[in-house]
């Protein structure tokens, strides 16, 4: 496994800015090279430890997604090698978790898609019977399959702060009613159909969030990550059962362990800087809990689209 970066540090090309998890430098004025460190954070918190293996797993996944959805919407990708524009001695940072991308115009929303009743969700529902603001049907339970996938629009949170939902009506007023429709419509679509492929290898994608820019055209592009445990909510089919909560292969493990973290005097963690130490046992499977879902997904043919 190559060595743990919690903090990349490269010099041959100017820092733009560094992330919960990736660190962005520009290459000239039209691209740049995304970095996935091995960083992780929790309610907006990035952990002081690293998690080993992370950042190659999230490229490679993210690099599988942007593959099968490439007919949906176009992405950020220019396929060219990200070591190639980096020095010699720098690539060892750079190789398997980096990629070379488009420079975009990133709009100022997260497109949250909510297929399963899940996590803030079921606590809203369960008191107002809604999610995000939007009524729903009585009757339904934790963990249940919505009758539809909701649309659900964040804003985007500078480091250390907390994405915040937002109404449709108010993402419209962001970015333009025809480019709002445009990005929920892609979402929904792209959304399906990574839940169709990952169902036939035995996962349930719950929830996600995508994020799009425009390009000097003002075409739609998918960029940033897509569809890693960083970003989305995965269960395994065979063990998932409605009204329970599934076991995840995400970052909910983590959650778990903080939300029941108490201190020397018995205190809870206030989900503000700095989180609290973790011990090698909780980054050990945290860990495995990333690499079980992506072996579930890479191995053998990608599914038929639309089959």
């Known amino acids: 496994m190559k060595p743990s970066i919690h903090t990349s540090n490269l010099t041959s090309l100017p820092l733009v800015s560094r992330g919960k998890v990736r660190d962005n430098y520009a290459v000239g004025e039209h691209q740049l090279l995304m970095l996935a460190s091995d960083r992780i954070s929790a309610f907006d918190v990035v952990m002081t430890e690293p ?7 999230l490229t490679q996944m993210a690099l599988f997604w942007f593959e099968q959805l490439a007919f949906i919407c176009p992405n950020h990708l220019t396929h060219l090698a990200p070591e190639s524009v980096v020095s010699a001695e720098e690539a060892p940072q750079v190789l398997g978790r980096s990629m070379l991308v488009q ?86 679509a792209l959304y399906l ?46 063990t998932y059962a409605v009204g329970v909560n599934p076991p995840s292969f995400d970052k909910q493990f983590l959650r778990d362990w903080l939300e029941n973290y108490r201190d ?26 990333y690499q079980e879902v992506w072996a579930r997904l890479s191995p053998g043919p990608a599914p038929v689209r639309g089959a």
């Open 193 to 238: 159909e990574a839940r169709r492929q990952a169902r036939q290898r035995g996962i349930i994608i719950a929830d996600t969030k995508f994020e799009f820019g425009l390009n000097d055209q003002d075409q739609l592009v998918l960029m940033d990550e897509v569809l890693t445990p960083d970003s989305s909510r995965y269960w395994p089919l065979e």
């Open 264 to 289: 020397a005097n018995g205190l809870p963690w206030n989900k503000t800087a700095p989180a609290p130490n973790l011990p090698s046992e909780v980054i050990a499977q945290t860990a495995l809990k």
């Open 51 to 57: 998690i080993p293996g992370k950042g190659v797993l």
């Open 103 to 188: 420079r975009l115009r990133p709009l100022p929303v997260e497109a949250v898609v909510r297929g399963y009743m899940a996590g803030s969700a079921w606590a809203e529902y369960q008191a107002h019977q809604t999610v995000c603001q939007e009524a729903l049907p009585a009757g339904l339970q934790n963990a249940c399959e919505l009758p539809s996938p909701l649309f659900t629009p964040a804003t985007k949170a500078a480091m250390g702060e907390h994405d915040e939902n937002i109404s449709y009506a108010q993402m419209a007023a962001l970015i333009g009613a025809k480019l709002a429709e445009q990005v929920r419509e892609t979402s929904l």
